[in-house]
């Protein structure tokens, strides 16, 4: 089935590096999504990540994928109190071919001051 | 420019009300969902349309009825609701609905916050 899981929530402190860790079931899928959600606000695109790809990084992101264990995670270097919100792993299964995204329910990451 | 609007932000509506929230996209996108969001919750996708086609209903409650005028609008017509409806509504949009570097990739309105009294 499809299903994606991430731990509710981070606590960290301003200038470490967080991470935000996401597991997957569906092998079929062709992208892997990290979106960002500020309180009351949409959701906003981070970044994205192919699955024939280990590894990507834009400036502060770094996104490291292991096919084999079904593994996403999402390090932001030097983390800023601005970075503070719910940050949603996605896949994108293949085998629906509908377009149809299979959200985990969300990491709150908290930055402390 | 990757951005999709979505009018109104707010809304305040009763249940025997009829009132519409409406989407906006002029990125050539092919492809348009919308989402109901609960609080602290993921995005839950109700309709998605491809060529202004309906794809996709989520088996949603018939108070909602998505309509594609064209290629680069959406809207969520609503009547009847309930107040368990008060939810944060999305629209996102992609290229299409899959295949291709990227052309799935869907980016996602400013949302319209909905209460139903």
């Known amino acids: 089935g499809e299903d994606v899981e991430q731990s509710l929530f981070l606590s960290v402190r301003e200038g470490d590096s967080s991470v935000i860790n996401c597991t997957y079931t569906?092998?079929?899928?062709?992208?892997l999504y990290w979106y960002k959600q500020e309180p009351g606000a949409g959701l906003q695109l981070l970044t994205y990540?192919?699955?024939?790809?280990d590894m990507k990084q834009d400036q502060r992101l770094t996104v490291l994928l292991n096919k084999k264990d079904k593994h996403l995670s999402l390090r932001i270097a030097d983390t800023q109190t601005g970075d503070s919100a719910i940050y949603f792993c996605?896949?994108?299964?293949?085998?629906?071919?509908?377009?149809?995204?299979?959200f985990g329910q969300g990491t709150t990451l908290q930055v402390k001051p | 420019d990757t951005e999709v609007t979505q009018t109104p932000k707010h809304l305040v509506m009763g249940m025997t009300n009829k009132k519409s929230l409406k989407c906006e996209q002029h990125?050539?996108?092919?492809?348009m969902y919308w989402y109901k969001q609960k609080a602290k919750k993921p995005p839950e996708l109700m309709f998605v349309?491809?060529?202004?086609?309906?794809?996709i209903n989520e088996s949603v409650p018939s108070r909602f009825s998505p309509e594609c005028p064209n290629s680069s609008l959406l809207n969520l017509h609503l009547h009847a609701l309930q107040p368990e409806d008060s939810a944060l509504y999305l629209c996102?949009?992609?290229?299409?609905?899959?295949?291709?570097?990227?052309?799935?990739?869907?980016?996602f309105g400013p949302g319209t916050r909905l209460l139903v009294l």
């Open positions: 569906d092998s079929s899928s062709t992208y």
């Open positions: 996605a896949e994108s299964p293949r085998s629906s071919n509908t377009g149809k995204l299979i």
């Open positions: 996102a949009s992609s290229q299409r609905l899959a295949g291709g570097p990227g052309g799935e990739t869907q980016y």
């Open positions: 349309y491809s060529y202004e086609k309906l794809s």
């Open positions: 990540i192919f699955s024939n790809m």
């Open positions: 990125m050539g996108h092919r492809a």
